[in-house]
């Protein structure tokens, strides 16, 4: 999808059908190491690769553009952006593009983990409310209403004077916290019964200030 929104060309030769490793669509495929290969001899993650017979040229592609692998970015069929800041990746998730889409939340660094996202990213998101954020190498389901309460409540408690840290927010305040910081009996019961320990408030709580 990125390649087709970035406009790859499609090798002219088209040979006979090979997969993708990495994406697994058919189509002409290039050895995966070696001289002439898409990585380097030194590439050690074959074993995190699908069956196949090499890489084929969108994953390529792929594979060369840094900053898909180094930023958060959402993908339509119009294009591709970057995003570098958080604000704006919470713009997007609270007001979701129309059409098919897909978003990227960059958590991790190392390519092979970026790498095994777009393993795992082959599903298009189609919904605007209830939609999956491929976070590295897992996708976390995204409620767009209860996720803008989530930023809306963790914006609310960041902005007191004893603000919480983030650390407190993403685990679970604990008593030493509850004394420290500006947390309500309510809030506290909300933070530690509803929201410890789900990827959709972790990332609500990395995205706000
Ligand atoms: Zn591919």
């Known amino acids: 999808m990125i390649a087709d929104a970035d406009s790859v060309p499609e090798p002219a030769i088209v040979p006979v059908d ?3 490793m990495i994406c697994g669509l058919g189509g002409p495929v290039k050895p995966i190491t070696g001289t002439n290969g898409v990585f380097s001899a030194s590439f050690t993650t074959d074993p995190e690769l699908d069956a196949g017979d090499g890489v084929c040229w969108r994953c390529e592609y792929l594979a060369g553009q840094m900053d898909y692998r180094r930023y958060h970015w959402v993908a339509t069929s119009d294009g591709i952006e970057v995003i570098k800041e958080r604000p704006e990746l919470i713009d997007v998730l609270l007001d979701p593009p129309e059409g098919p889409w897909m978003v990227q939340y960059k ?11 777009w393993i795992v990213a082959q599903r298009l998101n189609t919904s605007r409310q209830h939609y999956r954020m491929l976070v590295d190498k897992h996708t976390v389901g995204i409620d767009r209403q209860e996720f803008a309460e989530m930023v809306a409540f963790g914006r609310d408690l960041r902005s007191r004077e004893d603000a919480p840290s983030k650390r407190s927010l993403i685990h679970g305040p604990t008593a030493g ?26 990332i609500a709580v990395q995205l706000i200030d």
């Open 18 to 20: 090979e997969m993708c």
């Open 107 to 117: 958590d991790g660094s190392d390519f092979l983990t970026v790498l095994n996202g």
């Open 177 to 202: 916290d509850l004394s420290r910081y500006d947390i309500g009996r309510d809030e506290y019961r909300h933070l530690t019964n509803d929201l410890a320990g789900r990827e959709d408030w972790r």
